[in-house]
């Protein structure tokens, strides 16, 4: 199992760019090459032949190459995320959009292991009119913030790592309380963080 890293991410424009940008983001992604049984008569687990429509799928906008849905996932489709996106799986648990103006939305997703600085990287170059604004936190321990436009970096803050709240073996529940509180600090920070950027 990866560790799960909270993604809380704006883009900032013009609102017919912002509407544009939301349209393009919805869809699903291309199906892997996946068969439900392979040739010795195993079953794939991994194998879901309906796709659901998400609100926020890394395809619609850093699209796959097409070879993502000759081979099989786990010979081929892993990599080929982990080449064109910078993770695997894209996002997952996507709420949103949501939007307190016209001129930006906001979505919440979840991804594995660290945040996706190369989808973000490419997406920004296609959209050069929009800011994005991504603040992250999660398993790991991993906390940070960083902002992207055309491409290019223009503010990035990670957490201090050691900040993360130590275990206490007597007490998991209590530990489990206290390393989620330690998690959803960029959650809260994050419209501070986008106005800091406008």
Known sequence: ????VHITFTAV??????????????GTRKPTGDVPEDEQGRKNYNYHPERDESAFE??????LPDSYSLYS????????ESR????????????????????EVTYTFTVAWEPPKLFFEKVSMQWPDLLFAISYGGEGPCLGHFSIHHGVYACEEEGDYHDAPPEDEDNEEASYA???EWQEQYRRGHDAYVLSLL
């Open 73 to 80: 996932y786990s010979d081929h489709g892993y990599e080929l």
């Open 1 to 4: 199992m990866p560790n799960n």
């Open 84 to 103: 064109t996106w910078g993770t695997k799986w894209g996002a997952y648990g996507v709420k949103g959009p949501t939007q307190k103006r016209e001129t």
């Open 13 to 26: 424009g013009e609102a017919e760019r912002i509407t544009a940008f939301i349209q393009q983001a919805r």
């Open 178 to 180: 206290l390393y989620k």
């Open 58 to 63: 890394f395809d619609r906008l850093v699209p």
